[in-house]
């Protein structure tokens, strides 16, 4: 289960160097780990070491060939302009993904309960015809899709983001929730039910209670992708400014032509990326925890 | 060493239950809560959407790609077999992105699978610092692409020596001239360098899951080996790579997926520039730029048959082994 995935990865202890004195050997073995442990950290912080000190340089004061250097002094210039031109495609992008989440969690609960407690007569086949549904490239359903859009009259408003995030976070969010419910014993629904307790009412009084981590995990899951979609956006909203969502706005701001102010656009595309690295650096272990689900055998 | 295997798939509440001095059998042996239908009218909205917005719309998709409707004016929906798809093979844009693609996922798979790898063998045995690590090597996974392209259009930049930016300039400064080069937008290499962001935003994540599956591993079996005196090298090549096979598949599957579909990350660093373009670019381009519809959709449906060949059988050998618990 994925829970039990997430406390492999996190809590290995470190038992091997514990209190004992190393000879040579292993002595420049660790010395040779750190060092590449390092290295690949300074690669992987590269772009957003990058994007950070170059949004506080102000709107001038960024050059090419200053990139890598630290700026002298913080000067905050590129923020006000781009966060009037920001907020109110990232006010809207909040607005609906706090929607589609919610949406998607409530779903996924109840999908995942059935699948995990309550299995019917082929629902192993139908949750891997669910299952399939996560991989598909959106492409395959996206002409249909923007003609059902026109064809229901979603396209003017931003619910059709809502809704697009919801159908197609079907799949992933009843995943979570199956395997996070399978770990809870089965003894504890039969007790129920010998009580004269039905499915809804051992939903209600014993699984919900239970199930605050698994609602936390798909909420972040469902926050972070669709508040980084660019696929569904740009295709459902038809590039409309009345409808710019975070990655839309921003893909405005930064795309070729503009390409000169570079303040301006590592200030945006930080601003754009803040809520959900504020995500990921609290809840960091509930994002592992969708992100191991994710590769379905846990 | 079987008995091992059997301990370690216990669950918690299997292990809870052995610590309080009762038999786990009892829990391993699993009834299912039979009901015939009240499951069924729970998820039964569910099943409808995804029979509609899945797989309904695959199947319109299919019939948009047999049609005529090559025009935003044309409103010719009759059969036309497999005329659109002949006519891709014949497109010299189609084949080039379809290449561009294959070497894409060649690059991206080999470059991710090592980097994560060598990312979970320095941390696998536990070190100090490993959680600031850990997310150190994850953080790229919660960004989006069109936010990182800015960064990586620029560490990218072309051009050179005093002039330059990014890594060029970081070459030419550290004397490493000869590595300098037009990265993204060179005629050869493009597909390469594109591959580089892709590289790292996922490489954490695979890191996460060779963590997993080392720390699924019960110790025992490294300490029986080392026991019996084989070399550190020989633990792994023997005894700790064979049982990783199945995360090996589970990478490999999501990585491949994830390749063969990629759009914003390419989008957001070159935009549709030609030495970068894969299929979903290219169809992208053909439903907005040129609005042949079926066309387009010809695309996405060999996008989604790269994907299906092998994610079908994996999800029915996924599907087995849930049955068979």
């Given amino acids: 289960m994925s829970s039990q995935l997430v406390d492999r990865v996190l809590t290995k202890d470190i038992k091997m160097n514990a209190k004992r004195k190393l000879n040579g050997n292993e002595q420049f073995f660790l010395v040779f780990k750190y060092f590449s442990l390092v290295i690949l950290a300074i690669i992987a912080a590269l772009p957003i070491y990058i994007m950070v000190i170059n949004s506080v340089k102000g709107i001038t004061g960024v050059t090419q060939s200053a990139a890598f250097v630290p700026p002298t002094h913080l000067n905050f210039d590129a923020w006000g302009p781009v966060w009037e031109q920001m907020k109110v495609p990232m006010g809207r992008t909040a607005f609906f993904v706090i929607q589609s989440s919610i949406i998607s969690a409530i779903i996924g609960s109840i999908n995942g309960y059935v699948f995990a407690k309550w299995k019917f007569k082929g629902s192993t086949f139908i949750f891997t015809t669910f299952l399939f549904g996560m991989f598909i490239p959106y492409q395959a359903i996206m002409i249909p899709l923007t003609q059902f859009n026109q064809w229901a009259h979603l396209g003017g408003s931003i619910y059709v983001l809502v809704f697009a995030h919801v159908i197609y976070g079907i799949p992933i969010c009843t995943l979570i929730f199956r395997n996070y419910y399978a770990g809870i014993p089965n003894e504890l629904i039969e007790a129920a039910r010998v009580d004269g307790a039905g499915m809804v009412r051992i939903f209600r009084t014993i699984i919900l209670p239970l199930s605050i981590p698994g609602f936390v995990v798909v909420l972040i899951w469902q926050f972070t992708s669709a508040w980084n979609d660019f696929l569904f956006a740009i295709f459902l909203t038809g590039g409309s400014p009345n409808l710019a969502v975070a990655t839309t706005a921003l893909n405005f701001i930064t795309g070729s032509g503009n390409q000169v102010y570079y303040g301006n656009n590592m200030t945006a595309s930080l601003i754009v990326s803040i809520p959900t690295l504020l995500v990921y650096m609290f809840l960091g272990r509930y994002f592992l925890r969708g992100l191991l689900s994710g590769s379905l055998k846990g | 060493m079987t008995r091992v295997r059997v301990v370690s798939e216990l669950s918690y509440l299997e292990v809870f239950r052995i610590l309080k001095g009762e038999s786990p059998v009892a829990s391993t042996t699993k009834k299912h809560v039979q009901s015939p239908w009240g499951g069924f009218v729970f998820v039964l909205p569910s099943i409808l959407a995804m029979a509609v917005f899945v797989y309904g719309m695959i199947g319109w998709t299919l019939k948009i790609s047999f049609s005529h409707l090559n025009s935003s004016d044309s409103t010719d929906n009759s059969f036309a077999g497999l005329k659109n798809y002949r006519d891709l093979f014949q497109d010299s844009d189609f084949t080039h992105a379809f290449s561009n693609l294959l070497k894409f996922t060649g690059v991206f798979l080999i470059g991710t699978l090592i980097s994560g790898l060598i990312m979970a063998l320095l941390l696998e045995k536990g070190i100090k610092g490993e959680g600031f690590f850990r997310s150190i090597y994850l953080y790229p996974m919660a960004i989006s692409f069109i936010a990182m392209g800015t960064s990586w259009r620029w560490l990218m930049d072309s051009a050179r020596d005093k002039d330059g930016t990014g890594l060029n300039?970081?070459?030419?400064?550290?004397?490493?001239?000869?590595?300098?080069?037009?990265?993204?937008?060179?005629?050869?290499?493009?597909?390469?360098?594109?591959?580089?962001?892709?590289?790292?935003?996922?490489?954490?994540?695979?890191?996460?899951?060779f963590l997993a599956g080392f720390r699924g591993i019960p110790d025992d079996l490294r300490e029986a080996a080392r026991v019996d005196g084989a070399?550190?090298?020989?633990?792994?090549?023997?005894?700790?790579?064979?049982?990783?096979?199945?995360?090996?598949?589970?990478?490999?599957?999501?990585?491949?997926?994830?390749?063969?579909?990629?759009?914003?990350?390419?989008?957001?660093?070159?935009?549709?520039?030609?030495?970068?373009?894969?299929?979903?670019?290219?169809?992208?381009?053909?439903?907005?730029d040129i609005q042949d519809f079926a066309k387009g959709s010809a695309i996405a449906i060999i996008i989604l048959l790269c994907i299906a060949v092998v994610v079908i059988p994996y999800l029915a050998y996924v599907n087995k082994t849930e049955e068979m618990k």
């Fill in chain 2, 169 to 209: 300039s970081i070459f030419h400064m550290a004397h490493l001239d000869f590595l300098q080069n037009d990265w993204y937008t060179s005629e050869r290499g493009a597909m390469f360098a594109i591959a580089l962001p892709a590289i790292w935003q996922m490489s954490g994540y695979v890191m996460a899951l």
């Fill in chain 2, 231 to 288: 070399s550190e090298y020989k633990i792994y090549r023997h005894i700790l790579f064979p049982q990783l096979k199945p995360t090996f598949l589970t990478v490999l599957i999501i990585l491949g997926h994830i390749s063969m579909k990629v759009f914003d990350l390419i989008y957001g660093i070159a935009s549709k520039s030609y030495v970068t373009k894969v299929l979903a670019i290219y169809m992208w381009q053909v439903i907005f």
